[in-house]
């Protein structure tokens, strides 16, 4: 396995994707985590030292522990990484004359093997630059196999010692022959074959398990969701039923959800499930709350004192299962101070109560979401699960702007049921990051079979996206819409108008509250 040495980048998470996507396993670790004792235990084949925002001259700079380039593995340092490198073992970093950020293009000055196989035809290869520092004199061993205008040590390498460095990004989608570089490294230096497979993944993941639970007890907070639902199938693959599972239905879940979950855990895997219909206490709750913020905070907190009181009716637990996957603990781990866990909000459970004394146990914190679907397939749950649309934990409240009712959450259900219907049925499901309904607190005249009606306005909402960060919204067909607006209006009672909803990400955010 690979180790990736994390100094902050923002792209540091497109290495590990790279990597995986060519068939190696690899972890991130900040590097202030990384010293001899880690290297001994982890034991990588290679390591590479990722780009970051710092100046190896600050007081403070965060710098790779000099172990690392005593390992006897090869090394590969980027951007940041490959000035670290230097400085640590006695080259020399310029600041600030010759900045380069975007497309800029090198220049082979050598034959290497690590080069292998660019710049087939003429002119230099495309990469892709963000540095304000560059290297200006190189550490002992090393030479320079490629220079850009702005870096004359843009691509350096120690063949003796198989150290290199680049002072570009070969992880970006904008960098050529960047995949290349990294396998040319990772393929040819280190000698990966690029074996690693979802499947071995699974059984390393089954294996550490076992190994932190022993004879433990652990919960699982499910919520219907792909995340939780991996992290639970795998933890009972691992040790069976020392694992149960609750439910919390917080009376604001989508149409049928509720039955689909008990019925692919309770009944398909055999899996303890505890299914709390909590919806009487959520809805009292919600009773006349109309700010977004107040109904987020009133239910995060019954979902944490519901499932405080479940776990003490099983009599305790000695373990947590989350589904915390690799964007939510890069996003919690700072560059200076390591590890600052701030779980967000709607990982409800991060913020259960101190007494209770659970270790967590998260098989997923390496992976990215489609890496989770992939290990979901392994693992055999349905794709009608894997390939499921978000759905937020305050569900349905926060798609109905207002104080929330029973009687509108399931005018909402209803409606979105149909507009879900025939998104599948135009084969458009998974074409689509999120597709919903909101219920405004707004009425409209209408006029249905001479009759004057006045009810509520129903927006459709579909957006396509990668990470939920940014967003655009689905263009569908006209014909589409109509079709969807009129079989809504028609079944639906209580909804009389509908509208779409064509913001993008920035400046609306997905959900609408
Ligand atoms: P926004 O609305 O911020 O949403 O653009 C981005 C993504 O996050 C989901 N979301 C949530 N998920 N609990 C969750 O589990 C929440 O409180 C929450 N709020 C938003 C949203 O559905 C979208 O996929």
Request: hydrophobic fraction near 40%; include cysteine.
């Amino acid at each position: 396995r690979l180790l990736i040495v994390d100094f902050g980048s923002q792209v540091t998470q497109l290495i590990a994707r790279r990597l995986r996507e060519d068939g190696i396993y690899c972890e991130i670790h900040p590097f202030n985590r990384v010293d001899a004792a880690f290297l001994v235990k982890f034991a990588p084949k290679a390591v590479i030292l990722s780009g970051g925002p710092s100046s190896v001259y600050w007081d403070d700079a965060p710098l790779p522990d000099p172990a690392i380039f005593s390992a006897g593995v090869p090394v590969l340092g980027i951007c940041y990484g490959q000035q670290a490198m230097m400085h640590v073992l006695g080259g020399h970093v310029e600041g600030g004359t010759s900045r380069e950020f975007g497309r800029a293009f090198i220049e082979k000055v050598v034959e290497d093997p690590f080069l292998d196989g660019l710049f087939a035809g003429a002119g230099g290869e495309q990469v892709w630059m963000s540095h304000g520092d560059h290297v200006s004199e190189m550490a002992s061993g090393f030479g320079v196999i490629a220079k850009s205008p702005g870096a004359p040590y843009a691509v350096i390498a120690d063949p003796e010692r198989r150290f290199y460095g680049t002072q570009f990004h070969p992880e970006v989608y904008h960098t050529t022959n960047g995949a290349r570089i990294l396998r040319n490294f990772t393929h040819g230096v280190a000698g990966f074959t690029g074996d690693w497979t979802m499947a071995a993944y699974k059984a390393e993941a089954i294996a550490r398990i076992q190994a932190q639970v022993g004879t433990g007890r652990v919960i699982c907070g499910l919520s219907g969701g792909v995340d939780s639902s991996v992290a639970a199938v795998l933890i009972h693959e691992a040790i069976g039923d020392q694992l149960t599972c609750v439910y919390v239905d917080h009376g604001l879940m989508r149409q049928g959800e509720s039955e689909q979950v008990v019925g692919l855990f309770r009944d398909h895997y055999n899996i303890p499930l505890v299914h709390v219909d909590a919806s009487d206490l959520f809805l009292g709750a919600l009773d006349g709350v109309s700010d977004p913020e107040q109904k987020r905070k009133t239910i995060g907190r019954l979902f944490i004192e519901v499932f405080d009181e479940e776990a003490g009716k099983l009599g305790g637990a000695d373990f947590l299962a989350q589904g915390t996957l690799y964007p939510d603990v890069i996003e919690s781990v700072s560059v200076s101070g390591g590890p600052s866990m701030t779980i967000k909000s709607h990982h409800n459970v991060g913020g259960l109560p101190e007494r209770m004394k659970m270790q967590l146990v998260e098989p997923l914190r390496e992976l990215f979401k489609d890496e989770v679907r992939a290990l979901g397939r392994e693992l055999g749950l349905p794709e009608s699960f894997i390939g499921r649309h978000p759905f937020p934990g305050p569900g349905l409240a926060i798609r109905i702007p207002g104080a929330v009712t029973r009687e509108k959450a399931d005018t909402l259900r209803k409606a979105d049921a149909i507009y879900l219907d025939e998104i599948r049925k135009a084969g458009l499901y998974d074409e689509i990051w999120q597709a919903f309904s909101v219920l405004l607190p707004v009425n409209t005249v209408g006029v249905m079979g001479d009759v004057r009606t006045y009810e509520a306005v129903l927006a459709l909402r579909a957006v396509t996206s990668v990470d939920g960060m940014t967003a655009d919204y689905y263009p569908f067909t006209h014909d589409f819409l109509g079709r969807v607006a009129t079989r809504i209006i028609n079944e639906v009672k209580g909804v009389s108008r509908v509208v779409y909803d064509v913001t993008s990400k920035p400046p609306g955010t997905i959900e609408w509250e």
